[in-house]
């Protein structure tokens, strides 16, 4: 078997800009990059994969083709902005994917210090597949484009004690305005989240009822995000700006109300139903019944007579 190659890891953006024939960034641990401007020939190692160990967020002034939620395709060619969280596998080639246009690469370390680098991860989208990218209104892009100008006119000033602070205000600014275009995005999109809900009820009574809990365990996230063709991030941020519960409140939702069924029928045994649903102790079942329901299984049966 042929050995296999492990992708070309980038932890510093100078090496990234010298590898990609691109200019010195005027700062070591933030850029801001046209990477248009990238040398047509690149290093014959890329093709192996790419990793970049910087928070990435990239606009486009437009997309290939049409990207597609769950069934349905949308034309993204007005442009938009797609994010990456550090050290995520871009396929062969991918920095000529993933990075086109004006990008932002912002280096953990620059984060130190800053509430920043904690409060970077509740920004779901990083996690985001590229197929799930911000499509951005015209006043939308406009807004984005006018905080990339701010932060490309401060990166060529010279750094001072200030520099971090005013470039983290600027990032944050940035962060906060595409939180509330993803949301605008989640509303335009009810439509189609509504279907993307359905299919997942859909998905969990046939799970249940197939008795592949029994088999294989509860449902996980990922398993219903792969079947659903979204990433585990974008669904369940989906699902909590559609209903308030995020994809797991909605599989302990559907396994409360199986449970319940089974309950009812009284038929089985508790530590039947727990091992059915595909619990391994029967204790941890009641546990998840009785803190949705405020009774356990045994007082809810009780309440049935």
Do not use: W
Not at 264 to 289: C, D, H, N, V
């Amino acid at each position: 078997m042929g050995k296999q190659q492990t992708p070309r890891m980038f932890n510093s953006l100078a090496e990234l800009n010298r590898t990609l024939g691109l200019p010195e960034p005027l700062h070591p641990l933030i850029t801001l990059t046209d990477f248009e401007d990238t040398a047509a020939d690149a290093p014959a190692d890329l093709a192996r994969g790419v990793m970049l160990n910087f928070y990435q967020v990239a606009f486009k002034k437009s997309f290939t083709g049409s990207f597609r939620y769950g069934q349905r395709y949308y034309d993204f060619d007005g442009g938009g902005l797609s994010f990456l969280a550090p050290n995520h596998l871009m396929a062969s080639n991918g920095y000529d994917e993933e990075c086109q246009g004006d990008t932002l690469l912002i280096h953990p370390d620059f984060l130190k210090g800053h509430p920043l680098a904690t409060g970077i991860k509740q920004y779901g989208y990083f996690s985001y597949a590229a197929n799930e990218a911000l499509q951005l209104s015209d006043n939308e892009r406009n807004i984005v484009l006018a905080i990339f100008g701010s932060i490309r006119e401060e990166l060529r000033q010279r750094i001072d004690a200030y520099s971090q602070k005013v470039l983290l205000s600027q990032v944050e600014l940035l962060l906060n305005y595409c939180e509330r275009f993803f949301n605008r995005q989640f509303i335009t999109r009810k439509p189609t989240h509504s279907d993307l809900l359905a299919s997942m009820e859909t998905f969990l009574e046939n799970y249940f009822n197939a008795g592949k809990a029994l088999q294989d365990g509860p449902p996980t996230v990922k398993a219903i995000a792969d079947h659903l063709a979204v990433s585990p991030g974008y669904l369940s941020d989906m699902l909590r700006n559609l209903t308030g519960l995020n994809t797991q409140q909605h599989i302990h939702q559907k396994l409360i109300e199986k449970a319940k069924e089974l309950l009812a029928a009284g038929r089985m045994t508790i530590a039947e139903i727990a091992f059915t649903l595909g619990f391994e102790y029967p204790q941890s079942f009641s546990k998840i019944f009785k803190k949705r329901t405020t009774l356990s299984p045994q007082e809810y049966q009780r309440s049935l007579n």
